[in-house]
């Protein structure tokens, strides 16, 4: 019987700052850039639950968070404290609560420890050796205490049949939670939860759903495979068996991200037709930007990521009203990191994505530019 978990640290950053620092204990939270007053333009990373109860979350602007925070203040509630993020000390953190998740899950018939760590706080371990869902919901309640007592921090862990239902479970008794899902009961568990709640489901979609009167999972049941083929593409097949808690993606030891990118938000929004000086900044930004890229690329490969070539470079717009633009392209031939052409490559390309925006063919309003970003993917 295949048995999978998923383990989801609980407002990551933030709790690692509350435990941290003592005397911000049971005050609300807010880990990201520089509020300055209300006049920072950077996003917020993560709030700890305190601070969510305002309506504080990630990637809010910075600018809102603090309005929420004054709003609070106005009517006699605690302030949020506004931190700046310390990621290397999260990194550290990271890589201790992976050690300890690693300990309890026991090695297959090969002797491999079927653990995924998928983002800085989130995990996938195959915890089939338990042999039943008992047995492993009574070691997903060891790895939660031996956090909480080696790290003094919470996670939520979701227990099911696959990695979807597990996804899923961790996030539905957040925090502090345990949520054990039978293969049985997936079906079930999913249909009255919206159909965002499906990895891949995004807000296009969702609104996509929507038209056709679709909310929840049990509502876009209605749709036959081919519906929803039509609607979304090949993906609509895949979507189908993960409307019905269906999902046999393998536990991927090597975890290799699928892009890295990187992105900047200006000081003020840089209008493209107001001079020439304004337009080389938004060159020298995105070349910047290329190069930092292209630099991590490197640094991944060094540090052992199985990959050395890339195809695809991308780029996303924001303009000053906050309506956010990507564009890619797939080069025919894939381009080795290394290559001496490879940043070269990286920048021409954001460039050439670049330009149309500069006037009417992508920016019809001609609007402020307000923030940056490169990205490249489709790595071999
Ligand atoms: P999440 O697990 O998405 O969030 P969280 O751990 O803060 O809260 P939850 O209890 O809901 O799991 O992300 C983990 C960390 O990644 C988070 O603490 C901060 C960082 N992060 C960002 O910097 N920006 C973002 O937009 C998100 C979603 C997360
Ligand atoms: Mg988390």
Redesign the pocket.
Known sequence: MRIIGHI???????SIEERDNPRLAGRPIVVGSDPEDGKGRGVV??ANYAARVYGIR??LPISTAWRFSEAARKKGLPPAVFLDVNMRKYGEVSERIMEIVRRHVLPDSKGIVLVEQS????AYLDLSFAGSYEEAERVAREIKNDIKTKEWLTASVGIGPNKLIAKIASDRQ??DGLTVVREEDAEAFLEPLGVRVIPGVGPKSEAAFMKRGIRTVRDAKRMTKAGLIEMMGKWGAELYLKLRGRDDAPIVLEWIPKSIGEQTTFNEDIPVNRSLKDRKALEAALAALAKNVHRRLLREIADGMPFTTFRSIGITVRFSDFITKTRIVTLKEPVKASSPVALKTIQFQALRLFMPFLDRRENPLIKAIRLLGVKVERFK
């Open positions: 989801d640290m609980d407002a990551f950053f933030a990373s993560t990630s990637a983002s800085v706080d989130e957040k925090p």
